[in-house]
């Protein structure tokens, strides 16, 4: 696969935007056409099958192709934060991480770079023998996500908004539960049911992610109907997330100005407890500023 020709006219995601990268130009997500990193480094709070003990070898990608206004990584999603790496740069990236003990390699954010990631991955073939994870905010293209068969092993893809309204209101992307519910479906094949080590951890599988908003309960629990009417209770785990804190721009709109109430969270628990998903209830002492990891606007290691 040629990184090259994929930029050149970058349909990578649902933006559609058509720019050639490697000229220089750039479209939604803001990213060029070298990789852009902002942080990567052992990560213990992702769920305990993805962190385990060692941590997760976790990069966190520059630019984003949603930018919520709520996003707590706005300073890579939104201002771009982060240094440049060349591919081969990357590659000695997730062998630092597989080297530091990192149960996976985590890629956080990684859609705009997907070309480059498999260029990545192709040169560490056979030596890096953790699973890749694809960490992302489930707004994918399906043949984007092709390109990555037989490279990535757990898809953790959050699923935000079942309403166009709202998703066009937080993240500009109206047609967001029509791209993320298909993207979703294409994740599960093309990993198949969970499956996990002898110490509980992921080796292949999907984690719906689901962050409960503000004043979003109901949306939630649509997303809640529309994941048991479309998997079987044993095909994806869901983790429901309860760490929103207003940040950035969510004080543009007032009901984001708060964090999510327990009832809020604990209604949407309970119904996502009668579907029979296997998965994971987030601590409320998550919804903390503090848990937002440094990033880096220059290469550290």
Known sequence: ???????????????????????????????????????????????????????????????????????????????????????????????????????????????????????????????????????????????????????????????????????????????????ASAAIKKMAELTGKPVFDENGLMKKGVIVRHLVLPNGRHDSAELIRWLSENFEKDSIMVSLMSQFTPVYHAFDHKELSRRTSTFEYEYVAGLLQKTGFDGYFQQRSSADEGYIPEFFDRKYY
């Open 1 to 179: 696969m040629e990184s090259e020709k994929l930029l050149r006219e970058c349909r990578l995601c649902p933006r559609d935007c058509g720019v050639d990268r490697t000229s220089g130009q750039k479209g939604f997500c803001g990213c060029g056409s070298r990789v852009k990193i902002a942080r990567a480094e052992l990560h213990r709070w992702e769920e305990p099958c993805i962190s385990g003990k060692n941590g997760s070898g976790t990069v966190f990608f520059s630019g984003c192709s949603l930018k919520c206004c709520f996003c707590q990584n706005y300073e890579i999603s939104d201002k771009g934060k982060g240094f440049e790496l060349s591919c081969e740069e990357l590659a000695e990236t997730f062998l630092r991480l597989r080297d530091m003990c990192a149960h996976n390699i985590d890629l956080v954010t990684p859609t705009p770079y997907v070309p480059q990631i498999v260029s990545a991955l192709d040169k560490v073939r056979g030596r890096l023998d953790i699973p890749i994870v694809y960490n992302c905010g489930g707004y994918e293209e399906m043949s984007t996500l092709e390109l990555l068969r037989d490279r990535v092993d757990v898809f953790l893809p959050d699923l935000k908004y079942y309403s166009a309204e709202l998703s066009a209101k937080y993240s500009g992307a109206a047609d967001y539960f029509v791209k």
